[in-house]
């Protein structure tokens, strides 16, 4: 193993001050990029949002999820369809419904006309749906690489269940061309740089929060269920509801994360949320590093950052460079970029 | 404790059966324990003294036979609900959470109500605070009590999960070789340690060294494949030619 002591020691007093820095540039960030890199950005933070989650659970808690793809696609299609019938003109159904031969929109669409609806949607669905399966199957006392499998069905089984239902689910090419939200023309000047604004103050409210979370009682009790969840069960403790917690806050953090990447690619579909991209989430996140929120959203950023430079110049060249990056991540620096700045344990 | 509860009974293992598919780690076994006892399980290696431990926590359900503890069947109890009836152990392996402080260890032993949403808060409950020293004194890592637990020697794991069974609360102690990768003098202080819990606490401890178990001078059970075969002082069962045959004679 390579001795990375040396730029560990150099970077080590930096450490603290990386989510400052990290703030700062986000801050001016607005004023510096144009409207299409800040859109890109405002992208990746979503994404960033989600791989918080990832630390939570996969770092803390030591439960590996191939499939928050799916609580990711739960809050996307949510404003999606939100968009969808805000745009439409009134007793018309969106198009590709019309194409698949439907008539009327499907029962569990109406709500989501109401704004409120759909913001509490994002946030409850996601939530629930983590909480329900995860409760499914951690009280079975199902964990480890059996959990990993489970959540990389559920991936699937998602994607192909929105694919295979085309007539209310945009099928293959998911839902896009949206114009406006709650009201707002997604085109109108100042639009973008407003949802650049929530997206970051969302993100630094999660970021925050989880700090919390980690330091408190509850991420002591995670992190002890991680390394001995029999020891932690034999001292009183059911870790069954902490685990379920925990995932559940992951689902909805990818849930938000969905929906406002959402709103900034002006798209969600399959290709965005099954069991490739699932996959790729986890990378971001270990790249970054899973025990460290900052070095989280680190990964993500870069790791996509380097994604849209790749692939837009050599389109296949992307998956086995990040196959490569995520070898090496594993290998060399089983913590990641943030291990780096994690002083010199061993 | 309060009275002259010589001998008021605390648990019962009543002809409790284990059967692993055919093979019967407990055969029938029974013995009880008085409160404030300190008794000592030795047995052959596949005696079933582990299984005895896992079958009184909860870990493996006996296909027959009761557990009574305090009066109250506990063997269909969830783990958990066991362990708040005062039933705690430590396993043989050390147990010990190794990337929680050695504080942050004992705090999780002594928190009293584990319920996941009283976890939502930071630091140790002041009224958990004293228990937590008190702990860390008793296996002398008050200077440690900030290193992560997994830096700890050998020895000092296995004093840190004496502490966190301790710091339970638990009336009832299992301690499943608490001596097992100690050298002597590391072997003597843990049983200063046992002995210093005084009659407050009813302590079943498991172990094969037999300098460890004199230095206890409790009396002995021993376990023979999953059966009882003999209870005693240690000159007693040393003496014994059933006991020297299937266990002593062995290891001499």
């Not at chain 1, 191939?66 to 019938?85: C, D, E, N, R």
């Not at chain 1, 973008?192 to 919390?212: D, E, K, Q």
């Not at chain 2, 200063?192 to 178990?213: K, N």
């Not at chain 2, 003999?230 to 001499?252: C, F, I, M, N």
Request: charged share 15%.
């Amino acid at each position: 193993m390579p001795d990375f002591s040396a730029l560990t020691a150099r970077f080590a007093p930096v450490k603290p001050l990386l989510p400052w820095l990290l703030l700062a540039l986000a801050l001016v960030a607005p004023f510096a990029l144009s409207s299409y890199d800040l859109n890109l950005l405002a992208r990746f933070m979503a994404m960033g949002i989600l791989a918080l989650g990832l630390v939570l659970i996969w770092g803390h808690g030591g439960i590996l999820s191939l499939g928050q793809g799916v609580f990711f696609g739960l809050g996307g299609y949510a404003i999606a369809i939100h968009m969808k019938l805000a745009d439409l003109p009134d007793g018309e159904i969106p198009d590709f419904m019309v194409w698949s031969g439907r008539e009327s929109l499907p029962i569990w669409w109406e709500p989501f006309t109401s704004p409120l609806f759909t913001l509490a949607a994002i946030v409850i669905i996601p939530t629930l749906a983590g909480a329900l399966f995860s409760w499914a199957v951690f009280h079975r006392r199902v964990g480890g690489t059996y959990f990993a499998l489970i959540t990389q069905a559920l991936s699937l089984a998602f994607a192909t269940l929105i694919i295979s239902r085309q007539d209310v689910t945009g099928g293959f090419n998911g839902l896009t061309d949206f114009y406006s939200i709650f009201g707002v023309g997604l085109a109108s000047p100042g639009t973008g740089s407003a949802l650049y604004w929530v997206t970051l103050a969302v993100l630094c409210v999660a970021f925050i929060a989880l700090r919390w979370l980690l330091a408190s009682r509850f991420g002591i009790l995670l992190r002890a269920s991680r390394d001995g969840e029999n020891r932690v069960r034999f001292l009183g403790y059911n870790p069954t509801p902490f685990k379920v917690a925990a995932f559940a806050i992951a689902a909805m953090l990818a849930g938000v994360g969905g929906a406002l990447f959402t709103l900034h690619a002006g798209v969600v579909s399959p290709a965005l949320i099954g069991v490739v991209p699932s996959i790729e989430m986890v990378v971001w996140v270990a790249i970054g590093g899973r025990y460290s929120l900052a070095g989280a959203i680190v990964g993500a950023l870069l790791v996509n950052l380097a994604r849209d430079a790749v692939s837009s110049a050599f389109p296949e060249l992307w998956l086995y460079l990040m196959g490569a990056l995520f070898i090496f991540v594993v290998t060399l620096l089983p913590r990641g970029l943030a291990g780096l700045a994690k002083g010199k344990a061993a | 404790m309060s009275g002259s509860a010589v001998s008021e009974l605390l648990l019962s293992v009543d002809g409790v059966t284990v059967d692993y598919s055919g093979f019967k780690a407990l055969d029938g076994f029974s013995m009880t324990l008085n409160r404030g006892e300190t008794r000592v399980v030795i047995g052959p290696n596949g005696a079933g003294k582990s299984t005895l431990c896992d079958t009184i926590i909860g870990r493996v359900r006996p296909s027959a036979g009761r557990i009574v503890f305090k009066g109250e069947e506990i063997q269909n109890l969830p783990e958990q609900a066991i362990v708040g009836r005062g039933i705690c152990r430590k396993f043989q392996a050390p147990g010990v959470l190794p990337s929680l402080s050695v504080r942050d260890n004992l705090a999780l032993a002594a928190r009293r109500d584990r319920r996941w949403w009283k976890s939502l808060g930071t630091g140790i409950p002041v009224e958990e605070r004293a228990a937590v020293e008190e702990a860390l004194e008793a296996v002398a890592l008050t200077h440690r009590a900030d290193v992560e637990a997994g830096t700890l020697a050998h020895g000092e794991k296995q004093w840190l999960e004496i502490a966190m069974v301790m710091a339970t609360g638990a009336e009832l102690l299992l301690l499943d070789e608490p001596t097992a990768g100690m050298g002597p003098a590391e072997t003597s202080r843990t049983a200063q340690l046992i002995l210093g819990l005084g009659d407050s606490r009813t302590v079943l401890v498991i172990d094969h060294d037999m300098s460890f178990v004199e230095q206890l001078a409790a009396p002995v059970t021993v376990m023979h494949q999953g059966k009882f075969l003999k209870q005693g002082s240690v000159a007693e069962v040393r003496a014994d030619p059933q006991v020297a045959a299937v266990y002593l004679g062995h290891t001499a």
